[in-house]
Each structure stands twice: as C-alpha cells, then as structure tokens.
C-alpha cells in the first residue's frame, strides 16, 4: 500500500519562500512520475509541478518561473521550493502520482497561507 505524506507548510507574507516535503512509503518501485497538485477553497485540485523519475520537470500555469520541483529517490521524498509567494499560492498541497493519480492515495496535505 502506497502512502504519501506532506509536510512543510505554514504562514508567509507575499515574496517568501517555504520547501514543502512529500515523503512516500510503501512498494513504490513502480512509480515512474511524482507531482505536486492544490486545492484553494472553493475551487478544484489543479496541478502545480510534476517530475518523472529520470528528473524531468514541468511547470504549470503561474507558478512558472517561481517553483521549483525535485526529487530524492533514495530518500523517498519529492520537494517543492517555492519562491516569490503570492496571495494566490494560497491552498492545501499535495502530492500524488503522475500523471495517474490514485484516489486513494490523496492524503492530508500541507496547508501555505500567503497573507500580510
């Protein structure tokens, strides 16, 4: 059984950084991509960053230019440094995998609040 697990999270003001963790557990041999996805209130989960296990990475919409994904697949673990934060960055993170992701899996995910 394939767990994922967020951590990271917190409160920044507008142009801070925060590095959020995804730490996986159990028989992931098998996982080829890894991203990063959040949910604003109100609004459905949409994808932030994916990276394959080769290390290959995208991007999507405006975090472009100001997150940056990478993995340690000896750690089990899938980074997101995020730079540059903006109110609209606020959401819960997640993380999953790509480009599948699997109901089940969906944790609890790490809260970032960009506010003043």
């Known amino acids: 059984q394939v767990q994922f697990a967020e951590s990271g999270g917190g409160l920044v003001q507008p142009g801070g950084s925060l590095r959020l963790s995804c730490a996986a557990s159990?028989?992931?041999?098998?996982?080829?991509?890894v991203a990063w996805y959040r949910q604003a209130p109100g609004k459905q989960r949409e994808l932030v960053a994916s990276?394959?296990?080769?290390?290959?990475?995208n991007y999507f919409g405006s975090v472009k230019g100001r997150f940056t994904i990478s993995r340690d697949n000896a750690k089990k673990l899938v980074y997101l440094q995020m730079n540059s934060l903006k109110p609209e960055d606020t959401a819960v993170y997640f993380c999953?995998?790509?480009?599948?992701?699997?109901?089940?899996?969906w944790g609890q995910g790490t809260q970032v609040t960009v506010s003043s």
């Open positions: 990276i394959r296990s080769s290390g290959t990475t």
């Open positions: 159990g028989s992931i041999e098998n996982i080829y991509g």
């Open positions: 999953n995998k790509w480009p599948f992701p699997v109901e089940r899996y």
